[in-house]
């Protein structure tokens, strides 16, 4: 899974150049504004609204009067890291929810961007059936909605871990991992569609190369530390990436079986 992980990273810096090469810019550029002024405005509201509620929860337990009352630094560090985790963790959550909308509005065009990518590598162009676009975005939508379901189960685990002192300290790893598998598995999907994988095939396919979703998903988060142009850059690359990495991994297995 490491090696593949790091595939899918590689990949990204493939599709850099891939796009500088191929100048393919106007499908990158304005996808990506409209993605940054969605995460932006539902950042800011998430924000206050998470405070808020954290806040709200906080009054109506009484942690901060029970901890003042008991007068522990030890106690104080282990609620206040509690806390930290929880923020995280709903932060995380915020992501989730935006990821699927997100992934369900631009499915038609990261579908394209992703079949735009391997007909200029194949040299060849995809015919276009207009039938067949609106069964593969109800497939999209079916598979994000499966997707959606399992990463709440998750999310919910997670969650309440997270209210375990020192143990949950990890729940935002984790938290971090499965939002990475779940988004890298949408990007690598639109290369399973292509090839007429059923969803079931497609699921067995991705776990099958768990590292190429979570290495994907990865790399889309950690570009989000670029403030504007990684917010911009961030989901069209991950298409191409994504693309390119199945690539690569079908050569491997090409190889592998010779």
């Known amino acids: ?24 810019w106007r499908w990158i550029i304005l996808p990506g504004i409209l993605y940054m002024l969605l995460f932006v405005t539902g950042m800011y509201f998430f924000i206050i609204s998470s405070n808020s509620a954290v806040n709200y929860l906080s009054n109506i337990i009484g942690i901060d009067r029970w ?4 007068k522990s630094p030890f106690l104080s560090f282990l609620f206040m890291m509690g ?8 932060v995380f959550f915020y992501f989730s929810l935006f990821k699927y909308i997100f992934l369900i509005i631009g499915s038609p065009l990261f579908a394209y961007l992703s ?15 207009f039938s067949q676009l609106m069964k593969d975005i109800v497939r999209g939508i ?21 209210f375990i002192p020192v143990v949950g ?52 988060y950690l570009m989000h530390a670029v ?13 191409v990436a994504a693309t390119l990495s199945v690539r690569q991994i079908e050569g491997v297995r090409q190889i592998e079986i010779r």
Request: glycine share 4%; aromatic share 12%; with cysteine.
């Open 1 to 24: 899974m490491l090696k593949e992980i790091i595939i899918a990273i590689e990949c990204y810096i493939k599709a850099h150049n891939f796009i500088r090469e191929h100048k393919l």
């Open 67 to 70: 901890l003042q009352e008991q």
């Open 83 to 90: 806390n930290i985790m929880v923020r995280l963790l709903l």
């Open 115 to 129: 079949e735009k990518t391997e007909s200029i590598i194949e040299g060849r162009d995809f015919p276009f059936s």
């Open 142 to 162: 079916r598979l994000a909605l499966r997707n959606m379901l399992w990463q709440a189960v998750y999310t919910i685990s997670i969650l309440i871990l997270s």
């Open 169 to 220: 300290w990890v729940s935002p790893m984790l938290s971090l991992f499965s939002e990475c598998y779940y988004y890298g598995f949408s990007m690598v999907d639109y290369s399973c569609e292509r090839r007429r994988l059923s969803p079931a095939e497609s699921i067995r396919f991705i776990s099958d190369h768990k590292g190429l979703a979570i290495g994907n998903g990865l790399l889309f």
């Open 227 to 239: 403030p504007v142009i990684g917010w911009i850059l961030a989901p069209t690359y991950a298409v």
